[in-house]
């Protein structure tokens, strides 16, 4: 397992953007990011390997969300634009030892968590 911390949640008005960062301590298979409204269950979002590669991103994302990584600061980030009310949860950073897809399950460490918060 890996020491994950996050940043850059906030509360934002829809249209947008924020990005939120997650430094990990130390580089795994893949990365993701989920994230979880209240009363609803943890989603997928985004997840990339640090070989390279992404797994595709959830559709109610796609095309406004963008994850990329920074091998040198072993930071993986999520550019979110044209940010929706609908958008607002808990973002969670995850990592897997190998390969791993869109399941929580998959994933052996996790952040603490950061809000994500758009009004409409």
């Known amino acids: 397992q890996v020491q994950l911390v996050e940043s850059g949640g906030g509360l934002v008005q829809a249209g947008d953007s924020l990005r939120l960062s997650c430094t990990t301590s130390g580089r795994t298979g893949t990365m993701g990011w989920f994230r979880q409204a209240p009363g609803k269950e943890r989603e997928f979002v985004a997840a990339?390997?640090?070989?390279?590669?992404?797994?595709p991103y959830a559709d109610s994302v796609k095309g406004r969300f963008a994850i990329s990584r920074d091998n040198a600061k072993n930071t993986v980030y999520l550019q979110m634009n044209d940010l929706k009310p609908e958008d607002t949860a808990v973002y969670y950073c995850?990592?897997?030892?190998?390969?791993?897809?869109?399941?929580?399950?998959?994933?052996?460490?996790w952040g603490q968590g950061t809000q994500v918060t758009v009004s409409s």
């Open positions: 990339l390997r640090w070989s390279g590669g992404t797994i």
């Open positions: 995850a990592a897997a030892p190998g390969w791993a897809g869109p399941m929580p399950s998959g994933y052996d460490s």
